[in-house]
């Protein structure tokens, strides 16, 4: 049986944040994937959307240069065919300050043939952000979504 | 089979979520359902964890007295056994101002006899959060931030 392409890109982004070692994973991504992380670009840069390559690879040099994974556990996967989407919590330490920082995402990948075409994050932001800071951010109650 | 089936009960109870018709999204799932949208419970109150399917009839009409329309499009769905995740892109109208906020919302659904049994959800709850205040936060807390993380 045939490994889904998500764990490979998985153990390959990991390696490259981690180690800085990027020859693994520039084979798994599609030359014109498209690649997007929801949250405030303004307070971190290396969200948001690129498209291609190369583009992706300097994103994860940045992210790479800013945190260090420490720890994650996939509370929930879904693998299908071409696709797959995981919730997953991560433990992160900020590089520059040594600060922990601990964040749940999803993702949703798409695959064609064992590469990533399109992959979007969503994140959890306003933890992120209260977590970065310190402090709680303190605002009048608000409606229900 | 049994994938079909989830998806179509799933496809059901969204359908009937955001049409309000909370007798039919009830039906939808299980007497037990257990659902945790994970974002931030101080602003958001009537978010958080949440048990039995009771829950469904009170956030169907928490969102109708906030928003009056309510739309839902499918962006990504993977099923998988017993388990769907999918990609929600919402557009909300709120009552109180007539402007319509956007989020993009990631939605885990696993479910028992064809059934939703355990929901778990998450957004981009700052983006979120500037939208129904109709105001920039990043100016207040992006330089803050960008300093922590260099400290």
Known sequence: MTEHSLWRFSRALHRAINERHYADLSGLIDDDVDWTVYGPIDMFPFLGARRGKAAVLEVIRQIAENVRIHRFDRESVMLAEDSAASMMRYSLTALDSNKPVSLRLAHFAKFRAGRLTSIRVLIDTFDLVEQTLGRAIHLPKMVAV | ?151
């Not at chain 2, 602003?43 to 949440?50: T, V």
């Not at chain 2, 839902?72 to 990609?87: N, P, Q, R, S, W």
């Not at chain 2, 956007?102 to 028992?112: D, G, I, K, V, Y």
């Not at chain 2, 059934?115 to 709850?125: A, C, E, P, Q, W």
Request: net charge negative.
């Open chain 2, 1 to 151: 089979m049994t994938e079909d089936l989830n998806r179509q009960s799933l496809l059901k109870f969204l359908d009937a979520f955001y049409a309000g018709d909370a007798e039919t999204a009830t039906a939808c799932c299980d007497e037990a359902i257990d659902s945790i949208t994970y974002a931030p419970i101080e602003l958001f109150p009537h978010l958080g964890h949440k048990h039995g399917n009771g829950w469904v009839t009170e956030a169907i009409r928490t969102q109708q007295q906030r928003y009056s329309s309510r739309k839902y499009d499918l962006k990504f769905m993977a099923v998988d056994g017993d388990k769907i995740a999918t990609m929600q892109f919402l557009s909300l109208r709120k009552h109180d101002d007539d402007r319509v906020v956007h989020l993009e919302s990631a939605e885990f659904f696993t479910f028992r006899a064809g059934l939703i049994l355990m929901h778990r959800s998450f957004f981009d709850s700052f983006d979120f959060v500037q939208q129904l205040l109709g105001r920039d936060l990043t100016d207040s807390f992006a330089a803050s931030v960008r300093d922590t993380l260099r400290r």
